[in-house]
């Protein structure tokens, strides 16, 4: 009995220590750039990195080692808490988003997202030819390091998350450092992109501003009368979106294909967000609870996932896989630009504000909003993220799925 009370002491320490440091880290900025709290997982990676061994041994009872399974808890915890969050605040304008947008900023996200996707399977072929006939190659483990590339490089959480549900066990540490490796530069290349383009092109902003078109998302129906709350927080539809969500995850379809706790949560809570309420039934957690829970699942899950990846980062990683992660965040970029500009007919701001949105990246819509000198931008942004949020999950699941 002692042992499991020491075990769960030193866990619940090292959790706090992590994110202790890695919020502290994650507030360095270095021009404008900095990791947020992606900095919580670059701490949990060095930490399982270096203090593998030792958090292990803590974790040993009657000679079965529990650590994996400690740390899948806190991992999957963190992942309802955030997926579901994410699915609540987006849900009042993703349906409406998609019916007014479809032809422009939603279809712009897909093209980013499918451009990501075909990437990733160029790079998974080249690593096969290059490694098939060395000792050790696992065709399995090179698909979900790609995988894991993919999500880094468009630093999504929620597809980082779906991909480690759909690899074998065995696989998903590969994912975590797949996802490590490419995510510094997922952040800092669209970063530097919205700020290099303007000067690429020679664009006036003067002049660029005064074209930004207001994005139309659609009005969120407001419910004439009290609504009936079933706690003052909205903690009982949360629970019962996640547990609704985690069900539909466990389904699978023709034997095949599952949508995952990551894709059942976030599909549950985005209907439950569109409709807001059932008659006189709130179906709404409050703003506030929504961003404390989404920050809250983000860190915990971050912590479980890189503390586990970071024990098994030195035998997975590879040079050439951050060249990898490098094309994945440059290409769909340069696809998205050249559609939306020579196809879709928009304007620079709008194009970069979009291209922020379909790569998912929160961090270069506060650089754009800095060198457009407007937060007008931030619209694109808004019709373009939900859909690549929900695109690059179902990408990253076929890949794996299907090679």
Request: no cysteine.
């Given at each position: 009995m002692t042992a499991s009370i020491n075990a769960a002491n030193f866990l619940m320490l090292s959790t706090f220590g992590i994110a202790a440091v890695g919020?502290?880290?994650?507030?360095?900025?270095?021009?404008?750039?900095?990791?947020?709290?992606?900095?919580?997982?670059?701490?949990a990676l060095v930490y399982g990195a270096f203090f593998g061994t030792r958090f292990n041994s803590r974790f040993v009872i009657e000679e079965i080692n529990y650590a994996s399974q400690a740390l899948k808890i806190i991992e999957n915890l963190g992942l309802v808490f955030f997926v579901t969050s994410?699915?609540?605040?987006?849900?009042?304008n993703f349906f409406k988003n998609m019916k007014h947008n479809f032809k422009s900023y939603v279809l712009l996200g897909v093209v980013i997202i499918l451009s990501g996707g075909l990437t990733a399977i160029l790079c998974l072929l080249v690593g096969r030819a290059i490694e098939s006939g060395q000792p050790g190659y696992d065709p399995?483990?090179?698909?979900?390091?790609?995988?894991?590339?993919?999500?880094?490089?468009?630093t999504s959480t929620p597809a980082f998350s779906a991909t480690k549900e759909a690899v074998a066990a065995q696989y998903q540490d590969a994912v975590t450092v797949g996802y490590g490796i490419a995510y510094l530069f997922g952040v800092i290349g669209v970063v530097l992109f919205v700020q290099l383009m303007p000067r690429v092109v020679h664009a006036d902003l003067d002049e660029e501003r005064k074209k930004i078109t207001h994005v139309e998302t659609g009005d969120v129906a407001k419910f004439k009368g009290k609504l009936l709350e079933f706690d003052d927080f909205g903690f009982t539809p949360f629970a019962v979106a996640?547990?609704?969500?985690?069900l539909l995850g466990s389904i699978k379809f023709f034997n095949f294909f599952s949508l995952t706790t990551t894709g059942g949560a976030l599909l549950v809570s985005l209907v439950f967000g569109h409709f807001g309420h059932i008659g006189r039934a709130d179906l709404m957690p409050s703003q506030k609870v929504l961003e404390t829970f989404r920050e809250l699942g983000l860190m915990v899950f971050l912590i479980g996932a890189g503390v586990s990846g970071g024990m098994s980062f030195v035998r997975y990683f590879k040079p050439i896989y951050f060249v990898y992660g490098i094309f994945m965040t440059l290409l769909p970029m340069i696809v998205g630009y050249v559609v939306a500009k020579h196809v879709l007919k928009m304007n620079l701001l709008n194009i970069l504000g979009s291209i922020t949105g379909g790569m998912t990246s929160t961090p270069a819509l506060g650089t754009l909003i800095h060198v457009a000198g407007t937060s007008n931008v931030a619209s694109a942004y808004a019709a373009t993220y939900p859909i690549a949020l929900i695109a690059v999950v179902l990408v990253s699941q076929l890949i794996v799925r299907l090679f």
């Open positions: 919020y502290l880290l994650g507030r360095i900025t270095i021009k404008g750039i900095s990791l947020g709290t992606a900095g919580v997982f670059v701490i994410v699915g609540f605040i987006a849900g009042p399995g483990q090179l698909t979900a390091m790609i995988s894991g590339l993919l999500a880094g490089s468009l996640a547990v609704f969500g985690i």
